[in-house]
């Protein structure tokens, strides 16, 4: 079965510019990413689905230079860039990551797709229940579920943010779109931000790699940002889903 990963990468935010362009010991954030989806054994192939804008094409350019696929498309549909990507490699099944993640665990990247597989889902998750930090987010859907959103979801904020249109006619939802199921975890870590939005959070991960570098598990980071309130006090005010949530009530019909 063939697995791609898809992370959306773009240099326009409003929160914070140029935010995966930023760099932590002379690497961007989109390279310190990247480098972590690469340790993962189950992903085949990896695309950066980035937009058409004149102002994306740093992320061309380095997409090339770290000898990634891409794949440029609309601005504000990301549903449809992520379809667009994989139309015509129709993968068995694709991984949504976001740039911004820039530590997420190529170990839990393997466990959330080797389950996926095993129980023949249309969509598996660790956010359906966030258990786990934010910046460790991860969906892995079929195509057949991104094609079926693709053609049918109208709202702005399904196209804007990929999967609700998937999750919300989800089984594990009480849905009977698509079959799904979440990637539980017993202790609850979904207080921890290792994601970047603002210029707090790229402050936490700074402190994060200097103290402990690029190459630990989620729950080593997750850990010691848990152990340290001076880390922690650096973001832990910061909202979880703030994006969604405006788009959501900002939503209209397309």
Known sequence: MKVIAVTQARSGS???????????????????????????????????????????????????????????????????????????????????????????????????????KEEDLDYYANIIEERYPDGQDIEVFKFSALEKAWKETTLKSDREHVTPYIRNNSSYKGGT?????????DNNYNHVRLTVDESQDLEVIRHLIKDLGFDKDWKTYADYYLDNPKIKELNSKIVRNEGYQKSVDDDTIV
């Open 177 to 185: 779109l698509f079959k799904s199921n979440n990637h539980g975890l």
């Open 14 to 116: 409003t929160r914070l510019p140029n935010k995966v362009l930023l760099k932590i010991e002379d690497k961007t954030l989109l390279q310190i990413h990247i480098d972590r989806i690469k340790q993962a054994e189950q992903v085949d192939d990896i695309f950066i689905a980035t937009t058409v804008e004149p102002a994306d094409d740093v992320i061309v350019n380095l997409a090339e230079s770290l000898d990634v696929k891409y794949y440029r498309g609309s601005e504000n549909d990301v549903l449809d860039r992520f379809y667009q990507t994989v139309k015509e490699i129709q993968p068995d099944f694709i991984v949504r990551l976001t740039s911004d993640c820039p530590l997420i665990d190529p170990k839990l990247l393997d466990e959330v797709i080797s389950e996926a």
